[in-house]
Every structure is written in C-alpha cells, then in structure tokens.
Nanobody
C-alpha cells in the first residue's frame, strides 16, 4: 500500500521560511514524478512544483520560482519543499503527490495525473 505523509507545516510570519517533507512508502521510488500541490479554501488545487525521482529535474509555478525549492533524498524516499520568503498568499494546505511515470511538462501540475496523495499539511503565513 502506497502511503505519502507530509510534515513540517505550521504558522509563519511573512518573509520567513518553512521546510515541508513528504515521506513515501510502498512505492518504487524510481522513474517517477513527485509533486507538491496546495489548496486554499474555495480555490482549486494548484501545482507548486514537481521533481523527477530519477534526477533533479524540477518544475515550478511562476509564483514560487526563486522562493521555493524542491529537493529529494532518494535513499530515504523523501521529497522536500523548502519555502523561503513566504507570503500571505502562500497560505494553503500543502499536499505531496506521486505519479506512476516520470514528470512531463504538460502534466507536472495536473492533479489528475497524480495517482497517490498525502493527507496534507497546513501552512499559514501571517503578515
């Protein structure tokens, strides 16, 4: 059974930093795509970024480029989202997700392309 468990969320002041983690189990961690999504109340789920488990190919939504960084520890089957210079608009529930295939330019941020999902971890940024 595949399980994805996020951690590291919390409350932070604007301009601060947080590091989210996603621990994956029951999943062949190779030639896959791991993504981070976020969803604020009343809004659609948005792709934040993704990373190839076969390397360090990454994708980011424009609004977080130069502020957020996705990384991974392949041996630990863990994906991270390092968040710097956070803004109030970053407030959302953050989810990690996994595809069955490698990341693709056209699907890295498409929720339906991701087969497995974590339970989410809340990030709240105050001004």
């Amino acid at each position: 059974q595949v399980q994805l468990v996020e951690s590291g969320g919390g409350s932070v002041q604007a301009g601060g930093s947080l590091r989210l983690s996603c621990s994956v189990s029951g999943y062949t961690y190779s030639s896959k795509c791991m993504g981070w999504f976020r969803q604020a109340p009343g809004k659609e789920r948005e792709g934040v970024g993704s990373i190839s488990t076969a390397g360090n190919y990454t994708y980011y939504v424009d609004s977080v480029k130069d502020r957020f960084t996705i990384s991974q520890d392949n041996a630990a089957n863990t994906v991270y989202l390092q968040m710097h210079s956070v803004k109030p608009e970053d407030t959302a529930m953050y989810y990690c997700a996994a595809q069955l295939n490698v990341c693709r330019f056209i699907t890295w941020n498409v929720p339906n392309a991701f087969r497995y999902w974590g339970q989410g971890t809340q990030v709240t940024v105050s001004s």
